[in-house]
């Protein structure tokens, strides 16, 4: 398929890239610099090249990387987002949208602490900045991303999703599941996304006080 | 331990109550009505005498288990368990209070969001109704009930919890630990309740979908 990773820098991110370019679909990685998008795309082909893999990665403006996929991922800070989605709203149109965007706040005592938008959660600030042709699956927010870009590594995560179109949730099992082993649970409807969304600041803490580097599972 | 459960049934208690006794500590049921409270005792006595377990646990009122305890498992729907607790705070001293309580609504479409009270969550509640003598633990959420009642049988769980006294929070992993195989994570101050809490409508939805009884594991 034809993915966009809009933002396709740092986080999960190059984890998505390389396993799914591994997986054989095409790339496009998009950045607000038409420099920095290329120039990431090259170092993420030079990594994959020194793997043995061949690779289809571009780099390009977020915006020309959006109208060319099927599926665009939102790897974008919290903070702009929702701004980035709206800035280039013209190049949606029945995409697939990913959001993993989850708002969180610091307090002086260190710990993270949930922090939606006022509409509840990113997934839904997110929706209301895009077309309403769009199929926006919310996904992928708790990934550690230092596991996912081992790319020999398989992994036994639990992604859980959810949105309000079901063909396009399929899509996103899929193309889960060619990044081995990951299990996809969905659950339900997008507004249910707070939900998942606020499990990251809690691994985030997890983490930090037991020096892990967790990821959830149910069973 | 002496160990109260205020309205020690249904739901996770019966499960807290067996394994619990079988580790050898000492229970407290309590109930609104005393007749209730005993008539639950005497319920979980049986269950233990047919598997050969001998027990110590006594049914009385709710402010009468509190006051008889060391621990507090606050086992009481949400919409009730803050005032419940407000009515009986003369008889809290200085125990350690186990808050496992979570809103939630169930919306038309049949999904449970996640909803809590103006405090943030639950436990925030709870914290504002006790005295501030109380060392409180949010705790035991997301425990799936039928698994744990059946006693013969080992648990593979995580249990996340969080609280601001570090000694409580040793206690209830000791008393966690008492069942085997728990894990317990401390996530930090009891602030973070609101994220462990929100863990369990998204629990529900997804055990509805996927006709699963699920728990969490971190990973």
Redesign the interface.
Known sequence: MKIALLGGTGDIAEGLVLRWSKAGHDIYIGSRSDEKAKGIANEYIEKLDELGIESNIQGMPNADAAKEAEVVIISIPPEYAADTVRQIRDSFTDQIVVTPVVSMDR?E?K?F??NPPPHGSSALEIKEALPDTVKLVSAYHNLPAKELSKIEQEL??DV?ICGDDEEAKEVITKLTEDMPNMRV?????L??S???E??T???V??NI??K?N??????
């Open positions: 307090h005592d710990s602490v949930f036994d995560y859980v649970l969905d659950a339900g409807p507004k249910l707070s939900m998942i606020a499990i600041p809690l691994i803490n997890l006080k037991h892990q967790f990821s959830v599972k149910f069973k």
